[in-house]
């Protein structure tokens, strides 16, 4: 992903609406490119502060809510990782399983019993 690329995803990114494999890319970019992140923490400030003072909450400190946003989102694409790498080795152990199943299968057909 280029700077281009993420500054058209910086308002989906806002409103949650990136798909796992952009938010993976979109926070790739974002911890390489200074530039971006600081475009990033504009927005983000700008829309968290419109958002809290209509919930009357404008005390909050938004550099820090920023900072816990990026590692929320970092969690979340983590946690993804995790049940993705999870989920093949529960397919590869379901794999060989139903090999072994089979192979008992045709040992006692062959067998007679
Ligand atoms: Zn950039």
Redesign the pocket.
Known sequence: MD?IE?NGKINAYLKDELTDEELNEFLL?LRS?P??NEELEINYIVSEGIERLDRKKADYNLSAAYEKAKDDSRRYIAGRKSMIRLSYVVGTVMFWMLGITVFVFFRILILGS
């Open positions: 700077c993420f970019h490119c530039k971006c």
